[in-house]
């Protein structure tokens, strides 16, 4: 017998037109808080980044290819990761499917991290992905969109991330992951310690090109990018919702069959 209330058909329909009524304020309000995104005042990029890709060294202008919108997703897949980010892995799942429509929308979709070209392609053969995926190593690139940070800045709480300051870091001398915490499940997953998988940070940061100049226009950090959970819609949807009392619950596509 369930423990959730139950109820008749037209008590049900009352109960959803009522939910229906938030649905659409929600709906409305979120397309308000796009066009407050899009009214953001953009700041010109003078600096030089480069990356390496799949057809070799490439600025950050050339990443637009062809396009005037430039969309990145900062993965979290440091040099010293054996593997990438599991929560990373499991956004990336979702974008691989839709960043062709993108590209033909005149966006264009390129995921950056801080890995090896070499690491970051035998990975994505791994999972089974086709979106770019570029190298920022030996670039600013991640520093400067708050997306990496030195174990100085982290062992001072110099650590300026999702726009707030954090204290310094608890360092566990020898601690190597599988603790309880979802930081130490992940970095244990990813084939490093816990400091150095907070070290990298994920995050979206949005760029256009406009009369031959670079322009970022927004970026977002932590919980700013639940949107992009292909998952996480769906159970929002479902009889139980996200359901993740239990913890950390999602691995990497290829993982389940193996628990």
């Given at each position: 017998m369930t423990k959730h209330p139950t109820g008749t058909r037209e008590a049900w329909m009352r109960a959803r037109l009522d939910l229906l009524t938030a649905e659409k304020e929600l709906?409305?309000?979120?397309d308000e808080l796009a066009r407050q995104r899009q009214a953001l005042p953009w700041v010109r990029i003078d600096k030089d980044y480069h990356f390496e890709t799949d057809q070799g060294s490439a600025s950050l202008k050339d990443l637009f290819d062809g396009r005037s919108q430039l969309l990145v997703y900062h993965f979290m897949f440091g040099p010293d990761y054996k593997a990438g980010c599991p929560?990373?892995?499991a956004i990336a799942d979702g974008f691989n499917g839709i960043f062709l429509h993108l590209e033909n929308h005149d966006v264009r979709l390129v995921a950056v991290s801080r890995a090896p070209l070499a690491k970051l392609q035998a990975y994505r053969q791994r999972m089974g992905w086709h979106f770019p995926w570029v190298s920022s190593a030996g670039s600013d690139f991640n520093a400067?969109?708050?997306?990496?940070?030195?174990?100085?800045?982290?062992?001072?709480g110099d650590i300026?991330?999702?726009y707030r300051r954090e204290s310094a870091f608890e360092w566990r001398a020898g601690k190597q992951g599988g603790g309880q915490r979802a930081e130490d499940k992940f970095a244990d997953m990813s084939g490093t310690d816990t400091a150095t998988y907070q070290?990298?940070?994920?995050g979206l940061s949005a760029f256009a090109l406009q009369e031959g100049a670079v322009?970022?226009?927004y970026s977002a950090y932590a919980r700013g990018l639940d949107a992009l959970w292909g998952m996480y819609?769906?159970?929002?949807?479902a009889p139980k919702g996200r359901n993740e009392s239990g913890g950390v619950w999602?691995?990497?596509?290829?993982?389940?069959?193996k628990s």
């Open positions: 709906t409305q309000r979120n929560s990373c892995s400067d969109f708050n997306v990496w940070f030195s174990e100085e800045q982290q062992r001072e300026y991330y999702n070290r990298d940070r994920p322009y970022h226009t819609p769906w159970l929002d949807r999602w691995k990497r596509h290829d993982e389940y069959a």
